[in-house]
């Protein structure tokens, strides 16, 4: 079964730029959809970025358009979310996730609709 593995969060300082990875082990990891998600303390978990299983389609939430870019790469079965100009607001930690469904036609944009998760990693922007 697909095993998903977050690094690369941090302390970032307003502004800047941070591009944690997520890296998939013992599962066709080219064959799934993947999704980024966040929660803040106090908030709902929300979608920030998700990619198809060929890395043909993105979505991203309206405040992250434009800031965020989320590339894969199947060969090193490991997909990468892309932060810039990194706000105050952007303070989360910050999941990856795997579709419950292989080849998915459409890029799953809801929390309901991923099975696998990683255990996540903090970001963290402050001056």
């Known amino acids: 079964q697909l095993r998903l593995v977050e690094s690369g969060g941090g302390l970032v300082q307003p502004g800047g730029p941070l591009s944690p990875s997520c890296a998939a082990f013992?599962?066709?990891?080219?064959?799934?959809?993947m999704g980024w998600f966040r929660q803040a303390p106090g908030k709902e978990r929300e979608l920030v970025a998700a990619?198809?299983?060929?890395?043909?389609?993105?979505r991203y939430a309206d405040s992250m358009t434009g800031r965020f870019t989320t590339p894969r790469d199947n060969v090193k079965n490991t997909v990468y979310l892309q932060m810039n100009s990194l706000k105050t607001e952007d303070t989360a930690v910050y999941y990856c996730?795997?579709?419950?469904?292989?080849?998915?036609?459409?890029?799953?944009?809801?929390?309901?609709?991923?099975?696998?998760w990683g255990q996540g990693t903090q970001v963290t922007v402050s001056s």
């Open positions: 013992g599962g066709t990891f080219s064959s799934y959809g």
């Open positions: 996730a795997a579709d419950r469904a292989m080849y998915a036609i459409v890029v799953a944009t809801t929390a309901n609709k991923y099975a696998l």
């Open positions: 990619i198809s299983w060929s890395g043909r389609s993105t």
